[in-house]
């Protein structure tokens, strides 16, 4: 039974380069997620009076 190395090379390079390509599409997606993660929030508003806090003085 022969082998058919140059098969197996073109298989080997197409597996390499998918998995390089789903390495590199995963880092950006995690930087874009970091990103929305990092600066999508909304400060609570402070609803209780504090009695010590001088800013709350009228």
């Keep these: ?5 140059n098969i197996i090379g073109v298989v080997a390079i197409l597996v390499l380069v998918l998995v ?3 390495i ?3 880092l ?4 874009k997620l970091e990103n929305l993660l990092n600066n999508d929030f909304k400060k ?3 609803t209780d009076v504090d009695a ?4 709350n003085e009228k």
Aim: aromatic share 4%.
């Design 20 to 22: 390089v390509l789903t």
């Design 1 to 5: 039974m022969d082998i058919n190395w």
């Design 44 to 46: 609570a508003e402070k």
């Design 28 to 31: 950006r997606e995690k930087k």
């Design 52 to 55: 010590d806090d001088a800013a």
């Design 24 to 26: 590199r599409k995963n």
